[in-house]
């Protein structure tokens, strides 16, 4: 795993699927209570990452327009 200040780097797949890993590795019970711990703290970032990310692609859906001949456009507001 990368060390945490990575996860305001990564990418949307990148991070969902070590969120999916840190859940299957909990899940499994096969860590000790500090390493569980740790991996829920990482996890919990992860997701934070994830909804950061999914708000940004909505505000960008949400930009997108057509108008009453169906030409596509987005306006000109920058995220």
Do not use: H, W
């Not at 711990?37 to 930009?63: A, F, H, P």
């Not at 057509?66 to 456009?73: E, F, L, P, Q």
Request: with cysteine; hydrophobic share 35%; proline share 1%.
């Amino acid at each position: 795993m990368a060390p945490n200040e990575d996860i305001d780097q990564m990418e949307f797949e990148e991070a969902l699927k070590e969120l999916e890993d840190i859940v299957k590795t909990i899940e499994e019970g096969k860590s000790s209570l500090r390493e569980s711990v740790d991996l829920y703290e990482r996890g919990t970032m992860l997701k934070k990452r994830c909804d950061t990310i999914l708000e940004s692609i909505q505000l960008r859906i949400n930009q997108i327009s057509c108008d009453k001949d169906g030409i596509v456009s987005q306006s000109e507001m920058e995220l």
